[in-house]
């Protein structure tokens, strides 16, 4: 599919009340048409049934929906054909907003077929640039809360535990939480001991507290001990 099609694709497929909508939650340089997700996902498909690395070398986003169909494509290429750590860099690079992130983190769940590969991209990652270290957060908060892997997620929570950028620390605080639902009693523990900032540990336990899937007795156990009646 030609660029200037799928351009004008994109344009037919916006919505400009939900544009209005998703850039005032996720602050960005691009400029927003206002296409939702599945829709662009659906294009995505489209585009990798054709020469999609042609696409890929020569596609250079103007919107933050053009950075997502990217986005998608290079997620369908991985899972195809495996990881090229320098492409995928140099997209990471372009991003400048927390959406475009988890968005593609989301689409990555190959990751969890070669966590060992993907665990030193990650580690890359976190000595990086805001967006590239909250993606790799995102993407131990994804795909690593689980029994084998879960030591690796709270080590790398201490390594960022004092990065100062506000989507770094946002991603740490998901990654506690992400952890305690399904760790509660390990990761209750953690935050004992990890000395994290105040800042950090207020996030974590309010996003804990306003969890479905954590108890109203832990809800209640971890606010007493660290005597945070209103964590907001």
Not at 166 to 192: C, E, G, H, N
Request: with cysteine; net charge negative; aromatic share 12%.
């Amino acid at each position: 599919m030609e660029i200037s099609k799928i351009r004008e694709k994109l344009i037919s497929l916006a919505e400009p009340e939900y544009g209005d909508f998703v850039a005032k939650g996720a602050p960005s340089e691009y400029p927003v048409l206002g296409v939702r997700v599945p829709r662009i996902q659906e294009l995505a498909k489209g585009v990798f049934q054709g020469d999609y690395q042609g696409f890929l070398d020569e596609f250079e986003p103007k919107s933050r929906e053009e950075m997502h169909l990217k986005s998608l494509v290079l997620a369908l290429k991985i899972k195809k054909d495996g990881i090229d750590k320098e492409e995928l860099f140099l997209h990471v690079k372009q991003m400048d907003s927390w959406e475009m992130v988890d968005i593609f983190c989301s689409r990555l769940k190959c990751v969890k077929k070669n966590r060992e590969e993907w665990l030193e991209i990650i580690d890359e990652m976190l000595g990086e640039s805001e967006f590239f270290a909250r993606m790799g957060m995102v993407l131990l908060l994804d795909y690593y809360v689980d029994g084998d892997w879960i030591q690796n997620v709270y080590e790398r929570i201490l390594r960022l535990k004092n990065r100062e950028e506000y989507y770094v620390k946002m991603a740490v605080a998901w990654a506690i939480q992400r952890s305690f639902v399904d760790f509660p009693d390990l990761t209750f523990v953690f935050m004992q001991t990890a000395d994290l900032p105040e800042w950090t540990l207020r996030k974590a336990i309010s996003k804990i507290r306003d969890s479905f899937r954590v108890d109203m007795e832990w809800k209640e156990k971890i606010s007493a001990y660290f005597e945070f009646q209103s964590c907001r």
